[in-house]
């Protein structure tokens, strides 16, 4: 891992400096420059990611993290590090270095990322012995253990480790922590430190293995975060220590934001007895479910794993079912479903919106742009108009320590016929077209 440019950018400071415009003068007249004439402003890439909101950008930054593109600190700010990235990204897959990823591009960016973060088992965890939260390469450190002071991960073979403390002393200051840190355990030689009055950085090299140490320090307590690694891992940890970096959050403020006394989803009719598919996120910790013009629905089965669930409604006539007859989960897809009703002001309209899949091998693959809130559970068709999946919109694992909006992911057509049949759900007879299909789905927790 280059760690210096890695802890560097934690310290980036962008300082605009303005000057007054003199007039120039002649002979003691000031003399007016000519105007240039008008032009047509040129959009460039800067501006197109200005334009973007702000989590799109921590998830571009975070996805080119993971590729090993960036290393700068994922915070969705726009800046020349962050096109560079995304110019290198665009010659490594042979194309044209324009700094804006089409939807082509930024669907394999996305699936690239989405398999490097599953290879490591990234996932965001609260730790209980220091209350705080990180991003945690849970396959990479499977071993855990606790004790008064912190918790500590580590590899099977001890080529990784990743260390969690925590300290509380009157008078400790970042620059006591630093120094501690610096010369304990003896022999680390440092590449770069920074020592701010609420942080610091410190990496380099422990023996023959890398560390990258970050502290955080708030009314006289403290937070550490120690990472120690083989350099024959340093290929796959780099990534990962920018990620856990960005993802650090010493003192979380509070937990995931609760979810909604009431939120809507989507469900597609697969037969006219009244079964419906949505998304396990739709139906979850749910009191009572509705199903729109319909009435209560019963949630009769759910496959956790590929985030599909299955509701039943009762004595509803003249229901419209889709066919599941398989279409191509790749390229442009028309996505039909409804959106939250906040959304369109209090309407029930059945909406199309296009996105593109990220190809990648990867089992659910993404869908770039998100949908609107609403649209989880929604049918994908592909240029043919076939079904090619189930709409799904699940908790992203953008390395920031804010909770991030929801990623969009397509469960296959195939997962979804699967999903039926183990369930003994017989397919419609005949077939109606997906707006017709779609329904929307009513969560009520309260």
């Known amino acids: 891992m280059r760690a210096m440019p890695i802890a560097a950018a934690l310290m980036i400071v962008t300082t605009a400096i303005s000057a007054e415009a003199q007039p120039a003068a002649?002979?003691?007249?000031?003399?007016?420059?000519?105007?240039?004439?008008?032009?047509?402003?040129?959009?460039?890439?800067?501006?197109?990611?200005?334009?973007m909101a702000q989590a799109e950008r921590q998830a571009l930054q975070s996805d080119l993290a993971w590729t090993g593109h960036y290393n700068?600190?994922?915070?969705?700010?726009?800046?020349?590090?962050?096109?560079a990235a995304i110019k290198t990204f665009q010659r490594d897959q042979g194309g044209k270095q324009t700094g804006v990823l089409n939807p082509q591009e930024r669907g394999a960016l996305t699936a690239a990322a989405r398999k490097m973060r599953s290879n490591a088992g990234w996932k965001i965890v609260t730790d209980a012995a220091t209350g705080a939260r990180l991003g945690l390469p849970a396959r990479l450190v499977p071993q855990q253990s606790?004790?008064?002071d912190g918790t500590t991960w580590s590899s099977a073979t001890g080529t990784i480790r990743i260390r969690l403390t925590r300290r509380k002393d009157a008078g400790l200051t970042t620059a006591k922590l630093a120094e501690s840190e610096r010369k304990e355990p003896a022999g680390r030689k440092l590449d770069y430190s920074t020592v701010k009055p609420d942080f610091?950085?410190?990496?380099g090299m422990q023996g023959l293995k890398k560390f990258y140490v970050r502290g955080q320090l708030r009314d006289s307590e403290a937070r550490i975060l120690t990472i120690l690694y083989d350099q024959a891992t340093e290929g796959t940890m780099e990534p990962v220590v920018i990620a856990m970096s960005s993802a650090f959050d010493p003192f979380p403020a509070d937990g995931p934001p609760p979810r909604k006394t009431v939120e809507y989803g989507t469900g597609v009719i697969v037969n006219s007895d009244g079964t419906i598919v949505t998304g396990t996120d739709v139906t979850d910790e749910c009191k009572s479910i509705v199903v729109a013009g319909h009435g209560n629905a019963d949630k009769i089965a759910s496959d956790k794993d590929h985030g599909i669930a299955?509701?039943?409604?009762?004595?509803?006539?003249?229901?419209?079912?889709?066919?599941?007859?398989?279409g191509s989960a790749r390229g442009s897809l028309d996505l039909v479903g409804i959106i939250d009703p906040q959304n369109q002001g209090g309407g029930s309209a059945v909406s199309r919106v296009k996105a593109s899949v990220a190809q990648g091998g990867d089992s659910e693959?993404?869908?770039?742009?998100?949908?609107?809130?609403?649209?989880?559970?929604?049918?994908?068709?592909?240029?043919?108009?076939?079904f090619a999946g189930l709409v799904l919109l699940k908790p992203a694992t953008v390395?920031?320590?804010?909770?991030?909006?929801?990623?969009?992911?397509?469960?296959?057509?195939?997962?979804?016929?699967?999903?039926?049949?183990?369930?003994?759900?017989?397919?419609?007879?005949?077939?109606?077209?997906?707006?017709?299909?779609?329904?929307?789905?009513?969560?009520?927790?309260?």
């Open 146 to 148: 606790s004790d008064g």
């Open 399 to 446: 390395a920031v320590p804010s909770t991030p909006t929801a990623q969009a992911v397509l469960a296959p057509a195939e997962t979804v016929r699967a999903f039926l049949k183990a369930n003994k759900v017989t397919l419609a007879s005949e077939p109606s077209d997906a707006k017709a299909a779609v329904v929307r789905v009513i969560c009520v927790r309260k």
């Open 310 to 326: 299955l509701l039943r409604i009762y004595g509803a006539h003249g229901l419209k079912p889709i066919a599941l007859d398989g």
């Open 365 to 386: 693959p993404a869908l770039s742009p998100a949908p609107p809130p609403g649209f989880s559970g929604s049918a994908a068709l592909d240029a043919n108009g076939k």
């Open 72 to 83: 700068g600190l994922i915070n969705g700010e726009v800046s020349d590090r962050l096109i």
């Open 200 to 203: 610091f950085v410190l990496s």
């Open 26 to 51: 002649t002979h003691g007249r000031a003399v007016t420059k000519p105007q240039p004439s008008a032009r047509p402003a040129v959009q460039t890439p800067a501006d197109t990611a200005s334009a």
